[in-house]
C-alpha cells in the first residue's frame, strides 16, 4: 500500500469518526430520552368488607338487603326501581334467618340490594359511576349454584355519595324452586370492588 493509500485509508477513518461523534450528539440533543417505565400493579377484584350488612355505616359500601323475590320476566325492569314489598322472604343480614316464607313450586330468584360508595364504584377521571367496578357474586348448593356465579346487576339510583342497585340470579329465566320442607340457604355470598 503506497502513502497515497494509506492517507485515503486514514482520512476514511477520520471521517467516519467525526460523523459518528456528530451523529451520537444529534441523538443527545435532538430530545430522544431513556424511557423508564415505573411497574404498576394490576389491578384486582377485592372483597369489600360486608360486616355491616343491612346497615353498612356512613359512608361505606355493603349489602343492604336480600330477597327471595316472585320470578319476573323482565328482571331489568322489575328490579330497576327500590324493591319495598312483594317479596317471598328477605333479610337485612346475609347471615340470618330470611323473614317470610317462600312457597315450594313456585318460581323465584334470588335478589341482594348494596350501596357503593366512590371509592369503590366512582371514575374521578371521567366523573361517571361505574357498575363494572363492583360486581356481586353468590353460591347455593341447595339450589345447584355453583361457586362464584356472577350474578346480574340493576342500577337502582345514585347520588353524589352512593349508587344503589340489585344483584339477582333467576336461573337463567327459569327461576328457582323448591320442595315442600326445603328451605333457601345461600351457602356463600362475595362483594367485590376492582382496585
Known amino acids: ?14 471521517l467516519g469518526l467525526v460523523f459518528a461523534l456528530a451523529f451520537s450528539l ?6 430522544i430520552e431513556d424511557v423508564t417505565i415505573s411497574q404498576v400493579e394490576p ?9 355491616g350488612d343491612g346497615d353498612p355505616g356512613v359512608g361505606a359500601s355493603g349489602v343492604l338487603k336480600i330477597f327471595i323475590y316472585p320470578h319476573q320476566a323482565d328482571p331489568g325492569t322489575a328490579y330497576a ?3 319495598s314489598s312483594g317479596w317471598y322472604a328477605h333479610a337485612d343480614y346475609l347471615n340470618n334467618s330470611l323473614t317470610g316464607e317462600v312457597p315450594y313450586d313456585t318460581a ?17 377521571t371521567s366523573n361517571t359511576w361505574m357498575w363494572d367496578w363492583i360486581r356481586s357474586n353468590l353460591t347455593c348448593a341447595d339450589l345447584s349454584i ?8 340493576v342500577n337502582i ?3 353524589g355519595t352512593y349508587i344503589w342497585g340489585h344483584y339477582y340470579l333467576n336461573n337463567g329465566g327459569a327461576g328457582y324452586t323448591i320442595s315442600h320442607g326445603e328451605s333457601v340457604n345461600v351457602t356463600y355470598y362475595k362483594f367485590e370492588a376492582y382496585y
Open 157 to 159: 339510583s345514585y347520588s
Open 108 to 124: 323465584f330468584d334470588i335478589v341482594v340490594k348494596v350501596r357503593g360508595n366512590a371509592t369503590h364504584a366512582y371514575n374521578t
Open 26 to 31: 444529534y441523538l443527545s440533543f435532538s430530545g
Open 1 to 14: 500500500m503506497n502513502n497515497k493509500d494509506r492517507n485515503v485509508l486514514k482520512r476514511s477513518v477520520q
Open 81 to 83: 326501581s327500590n324493591i
Open 146 to 153: 355453583s361457586a362464584n356465579t356472577s350474578m346480574e346487576e
Open 43 to 51: 389491578k384486582e377484584w377485592e372483597p369489600i368488607s360486608i360486616v
